[in-house]
């Protein structure tokens, strides 16, 4: 046991303390990190104050109030609230993180809707002659910007076509208008005017048809409802994250802790054989014990990566109030999984590594361990659009693949019964029992084997008769 | 002689550390180790000769239950399996290795801590014996940062580390310069006369001559030979002399009418003249002085390589005598050391 223990430590060491390890591990969750915690403090400050002019060239005389309408600060801020209150009623509840709720300040509430939206433009309409020179009235947009005319710059000059709100004689089609900005513009700015210019022109447009702009906009519009889902256990609001992207994630979290550390297993059985350390170590330990530290140490490899992966999921989670959405006994289930997965994977990489001579060799024997770990990428979304179909049900009972497909279907809004899980923990046992008893036979004969690289037939033979 | 001849000697009253009995082993259709019996002392120094392919390695294996046999007995250190004596047993294999990336303290701690070496002096230890050999600089190198003379120098105080009671070397000066096998060789002898069993395979006599007691030859995965170095030349005298004449131009074929001396052969720039039965070595060197003076007259000895050949060609022409003599001769060239 102790001696099991030291290769294991070894192992681990040898793996977890390489630069290869911590800048490959580490630096995908410090991306992600960063992307979840620094960047959106990054963009808390938000772009720059956009103040300045717009200057219109309006032939028609019936666009420019109705822009001038729209640009109003107010009239913005109003339109972006309602667009964050959109934003918010489209996420699940544990993800809204403002709204005037219970124990959530007004103060918080506006912090959170300048963040996420941005300050409010200041835009002053400029209205210009209507025969006005367009290549004089775009100059201004050219010119170097000032601190002395800070906020009383040309950003924008708007120029109507003359048939943009009534048609020209003998045309079906309406004019439009012409838009000239600044450079490095805020370019939500520019979706503010056109969408300011699209209001102003079908606006005039119903005037003089005389239709009623607002009775038209009531008429055409339809508010978009949320399902509810009715399960035995009540009814709830339809939640896509929690159907899709929770099981998927668990999964993905476990599938890459499995692969990570069977891949380390397989790449330093190959590196002790072919570096002709593993008989100074068989003098000193015997096989089982060496194959068991090393599953052992890798084991812990994988339970750190699982960690790692897992800890920033939780902090993400946390940071966004929303720690309530996972089950704890979820991450339990992710322990047991991924422990039956990696024994059942990593026996068999370890049995694969000792019969090989090099990385290259090992590339054909792995391919039954390949096609098990394709298997949930491949069948992911059907078993979360239905995690209780037979298919599903029988999937859960294969040994290695079971982990995966119970991992996706017991994050699922509808987890399979306690008794599929128990079972599916059972055949999984089973299965890593079975693999380890295959890499046993084969650790022993292949460890000492050099020379041509055996086939999967000649493992199976190994392991009948080893 | 044939195997069946061969009868080993048991000079060592005390209990052996290695008692092999029936010992076979085969891969495929190829007979690795057939029927080998073997006992080695405790505190004796054996060496396992024969050329390469012989099977001495996996004799060693299976000593070490590395390789588990076919058919047969064994018993070392007192018990039926050397997985349970591990720890008293240090091993250097043939085909040994490092871990590359490890420091070379750190290696040699992890492999006596394996061999359930917990002496807290145990980094103390590890500095003595890399100073010992001259590698007090490199403790904290990598191994993949070592010559490869030194690499092996590491190798083998990896299996002298925790002080074994057996100790196994296969092979132990293959790819040694001079200087380092005769390093190697009087490590060997230290840790033999500390108290430790030690046995030794290699493919060059003249290495078993330097170090051993006692030697155990393999020929085709049988045992030919199980003897004293001391007997095995008694048993082997070729009773000759070697003689070259002051004078080269001097007619040597009047020495064959000596009393005493029944043959003359040429043997290269040397005469070999063979003694009759009964022959007094030192009258017939007397006699042969008289008649012309020697630049060089001594008794033949017989070496191991020639021990080995004349027992395994017995009943084989000249070119396989050539061809194994040329197998059990070292590539790289051996110290001429006589050892007393």
Redesign the interface.
């Known amino acids: 046991m102790?001696?099991m223990l030291?290769?294991a430590k070894?192992e681990f060491l040898?793996t977890a303390g390489?630069r290869a390890f911590i800048i490959g591990t580490l630096a995908t969750p410090v991306m992600m990190g960063v992307l979840i915690f620094v960047m959106p403090r990054m963009l808390q400050k938000g772009p720059p104050k956009v103040e300045g002019q717009v200057a219109m060239i309006d032939p028609t005389g019936q666009v420019t109030s109705g822009l001038q309408a729209y640009l109003r600060p107010e009239e913005i801020a109003k339109r972006r609230q309602g667009d964050f209150r959109k934003m918010q009623e489209a996420m699940p509840p544990a993800l809204r993180t403002t709204g005037g709720g219970a124990g959530v300040p007004q103060a918080a509430v506006d912090q959170a809707f300048r963040t996420a939206l941005g300050e409010v433009p200041r835009l002053q309409i400029v209205s210009l002659d209507p025969g006005a020179d367009v290549e004089a009235a775009k100059r201004p947009l050219a010119a170097v910007p000032s601190k002395d005319l800070a906020g009383t710059e040309r950003l924008v000059l708007v120029v109507v076509h003359p048939d943009a709100v009534v048609r020209a004689a003998g045309k079906d089609q309406f004019g439009s208008y012409d838009l000239f900005v600044r450079g490095k513009l805020d370019d939500r700015v520019v979706t503010e005017i056109n969408d300011g210019m699209h209001d102003a022109v079908v606006g005039a447009r119903m005037r003089l048809s005389g239709l009623d702009p607002k009775q038209i906009d009531a008429i055409t519009q339809v508010e978009r409802v949320k399902s509810r889902t009715v399960t035995a256990s009540g009814e709830n609001d339809t939640n896509r994250f929690m159907n899709q992207i929770m099981p998927f994630a668990l999964m993905a979290l476990l599938l890459t802790s499995v692969l990570m550390s069977g891949s380390y297993l397989l790449t330093t059985m190959v590196e002790?054989k072919s570096?002709?350390?593993?008989?100074?170590?068989?003098?000193?330990?015997?096989p089982m014990e060496l194959m068991a530290g090393k599953i052992l140490g890798q084991l812990v490899v994988g339970l750190l990566v699982l960690a790692l992966y897992l800890g920033l999921g939780l902090m993400a989670l946390i940071s966004f109030a929303s720690l309530g959405m996972l089950d704890p006994l979820l991450i339990v289930y992710l322990l047991v999984f991924f422990l039956l997965a990696y024994v059942s994977v990593g026996a068999f990489m370890a049995a694969i590594g000792s019969a090989v001579n090099e990385m290259r060799e090992a590339q054909g024997l792995m391919m039954p361990v390949m096609i098990v770990l394709m298997v949930p990428w491949l069948m992911w979304m059907p078993i979360s659009r239905d995690p209780n179909s037979l298919f599903a049900i029988v999937l859960s009972f294969v040994p290695a693949l079971g982990s995966f497909v119970m991992m996706l279907r017991l994050a699922s809004p509808t987890p399979p019964a306690l008794w599929q899980t128990l079972l599916a923990v059972v055949v999984g046992a089973g299965g890593a029992y079975a693999s380890m008893w295959f890499a046993a036979k084969v650790f022993r004969i292949g460890l000492?084997m050099?020379g041509k690289p055996p086939s999967f037939a000649t493992l199976v033979r190994w392991a009948r008769t080893g | 002689m044939s195997p069946a001849d061969v009868v080993p000697s048991s000079p060592h009253p005390v209990t052996p550390a290695i008692a092999l009995r029936g010992l076979t082993k085969t891969f495929g259709e190829t007979v690795a180790v057939r029927d080998l019996d073997l006992t080695v002392p405790t505190g004796a120094l054996y060496g396992v000769i024969g050329p390469n392919g012989a099977g001495k390695t996996t004799a060693i294996?299976m000593m070490?239950s590395?390789?588990m046999p076919d058919r047969g007995t064994l018993n070392v250190l007192g018990r039926a399996s050397a997985?349970e004596a591990?720890?008293r047993?240090?091993?250097l294999?043939e085909?040994?290795?490092?871990?590359?990336?490890?420091r070379v303290g750190a290696f040699l701690t992890?492999?006596a801590?394996?061999?359930?070496d917990d002496d807290p002096d145990l980094p103390r230890r590890v500095r003595q014996w890399l100073e010992r050999v001259g590698l007090a600089e490199v403790e904290r190198k990598r191994c993949e940062e070592l010559s490869k003379g030194m690499q092996q120098k590491v190798?083998f105080l990896?299996a002298v580390i925790h002080r074994p009671d057996l100790l196994v070397l296969d092979e132990p000066f293959s790819g040694l310069d001079p200087v380092n096998q005769r390093l190697i060789r009087e490590l060997v002898r230290d840790e033999h006369r500390r108290g430790a069993t030690v046995l030794f395979s290699t493919h060059v006599m003249v290495h078993a001559e330097q170090l051993c007691d006692h030697v155990v030859m393999i020929h085709r995965g049988a045992k030919v030979l199980d003897d004293e170095i001391a007997n095995i030349r008694a048993r082997f005298d070729p009773r000759s002399l070697l003689f070259e004449p002051f004078n080269p131009g001097a007619d040597v074929q009047v020495l064959a009418a000596l009393p005493g001396v029944s043959r003359l052969n040429r043997d290269g720039g040397s005469w070999e003249l063979m003694l009759s039965p009964g022959a007094d070595p030192a009258a017939v060197i007397g006699a042969v002085a008289a008649r012309l003076t020697p630049a060089r007259i001594e008794v033949r000895r017989p070496t191991l390589e020639d021990v080995f050949v004349n027992i395994v060609t017995a009943d084989a022409g000249d070119s396989e005598a050539a061809a194994l003599r040329a197998a059990v001769r070292d590539p790289a060239g051996v110290e001429s050391e006589v050892r007393s």
């Open positions: 102790k001696k030291l290769i070894r040898a390489t002790e570096n002709r350390v593993v008989e100074v170590l068989l003098s000193a330990v015997s000492l050099y | 294996r070490l590395i390789l997985l591990k720890d047993i240090g091993y294999p085909e040994r290795g490092l871990y590359k990336k490890m992890y492999m801590q394996l061999k359930g190798q990896a």
